[in-house]
C-alpha cells in the first residue's frame, strides 16, 4: 500500500508543537539545574557574617584557610586520579607518550646519594686525585739587576705576552 503523505501545513503545524515542546524542556531542565546550585550553595556556603571584632575576623580567616587547604586536597586528589587514568586509557590503547625530560644540574655526590641512597657515605672529591704541580721561578727572574737579560726575555711573542700580563 502507498502511504499518504502529509500536508505541508500539517508538517509545518507538527514541527512548529516538537520545537515548544523542546524549548519548554530545555527551559524546566535550565530551572532544575539553578535550583541544585542554590540548594548545593546553601547547604556549603555559611551564611556571610561581618564580624564585629578583630577576634572575629582572625577566626573567620582561620575557618577559610581551613576550607581553602581542604580544596586544594581535594583537587590535588582529584587531578592524580584523572592522571592515573589518563594513563590506564593510554595503556590500553597501547600508545604511550613520551614525557618532557628536563635537564637536571647534580653534582657527583648528590647523584650517587640519589642512586644508592643511605649507602653513599664517601664523598666524591675528584680535585683531591689531581696531581699538584708546583711553579719554579726562574733563576733569571729572580734576579733584576741586569737590563739586557730583560731585554732578551721581552723579544718574540713570549716577552710581549709578558708585558701585557704585567701591566694588567
Avoid at 509545518?12 to 542554590?38: D, P, V
Avoid at 580567616?61 to 586509557?89: A, F, G, N, S
Avoid at 664517601?122 to 733569571?140: G, H, I, P, T
Wanted: with cysteine; proline share 2%.
Amino acid at each position: 500500500m502507498a502511504e499518504k503523505k502529509m500536508s505541508l501545513s500539517r508538517r509545518n503545524h507538527l514541527k512548529s508543537l516538537l520545537l515548544q515542546i523542546g524549548k519548554e524542556m530545555l527551559e524546566e531542565e535550565a530551572r532544575q539545574a539553578e535550583e541544585e546550585k542554590m540548594a548545593y550553595i546553601r547547604e556549603n556556603c555559611p551564611t556571610l557574617s561581618f564580624p564585629q571584632c578583630t577576634l572575629e575576623l582572625q577566626e573567620l580567616c582561620r575557618q577559610l584557610h581551613k576550607q581553602i587547604d581542604l580544596v586544594d586536597e581535594e583537587r590535588y586528589d582529584m587531578e592524580t586520579k584523572i592522571d592515573d587514568l589518563k594513563m590506564k586509557v593510554q595503556d590500553l590503547n597501547g600508545r604511550f607518550k613520551k614525557p618532557t625530560l628536563r635537564r637536571v644540574r647534580m653534582s657527583a655526590d648528590a647523584m650517587l646519594a640519589a642512586l644508592l641512597g643511605s649507602k653513599h657515605k664517601v664523598s666524591l672529591d675528584l680535585r683531591a686525585n689531581l696531581k699538584q704541580v708546583k711553579k719554579e721561578l726562574k733563576e733569571e727572574e729572580k734576579q733584576t739587576g741586569d737590563w739586557r737579560k730583560n731585554i732578551e726575555d721581552k723579544a718574540g711573542m713570549d716577552g710581549r705576552k709578558k708585558m701585557f700580563e704585567a701591566e694588567a
